[in-house]
């Protein structure tokens, strides 16, 4: 049927056990609670907490690359730190 899905097909679409209904209800109830000038705030504030958190779990990775990049002091330099 979509895609050699068979009788699945329907389910393909799918969110988190949901089907497309009950998905279009749960947006119905978030819009009574919320209301639309309210819910574009919701998903900026939800967009910024993913930014963050994406930049806090990537700066680690990103600072021990760069240390492994760097290329090595000589040995007059290490010496000269050492005194």
């Known amino acids: 049927m979509f895609g050699g899905l068979g009788d699945l097909g329907f389910y393909r679409f799918a969110v988190f ?3 497309p209904q009950e998905i279009l209800y749960i947006l119905i109830i978030v819009l009574v609670l919320f209301g639309g000038r309210k819910i574009p705030e919701i998903m900026r504030g939800l967009g910024e907490g993913m930014r963050e958190f994406k930049k806090a779990s990537s700066e680690p990775q990103e ?3 760069r240390l492994t990049e760097e290329e090595p002091e000589s040995k007059q330099d290490k010496q000269e730190l050492l005194g």
């Open 17 to 19: 056990g949901l089907g």
């Open 63 to 65: 600072e021990l690359k």
